[in-house]
């Protein structure tokens, strides 16, 4: 989880300087009066999230099957007491 939690960040990070570079070049618009910042983070999660459901599709299944698994695990675990406790 913390490793695709980074993953998810440095994307953010990455959209979130490149977007600043283009801004600052004046590819992209300024925001309004002091609101550079704001626009510029807020266009970063725009950008940021379509790219991290692509790019980070391998390591999401991966993670949900393993919590699928810890709740398989789990609710096994929760009928065997289940069982045990009828049998006495």
Excluded: H, Q
């Excluded at 939690?5 to 994307?11: E, F, P, Y």
């Excluded at 990455?14 to 510029?40: E, H, I, K, Q, T």
């Excluded at 459901?53 to 009928?79: C, H, M, P, T, W």
């Amino acid at each position: 989880m913390l490793r695709y939690s980074l993953l998810r960040l440095g994307i953010f990070a990455g959209s979130f300087l490149a977007l600043w570079g283009l801004v600052y070049l004046g590819v992209l618009p300024r925001g309004l009066g002091d609101s550079n910042l704001l626009w510029v983070l807020l266009l970063s999660v725009v950008v940021s999230a379509p790219l991290s459901f692509v790019l980070l599709r391998k390591e999401r299944d991966e993670l949900s099957g393993r919590i699928v698994e810890k709740v398989d695990r789990a609710k096994g675990r929760l009928e065997a007491n289940r069982s045990a406790e009828d049998a006495v």
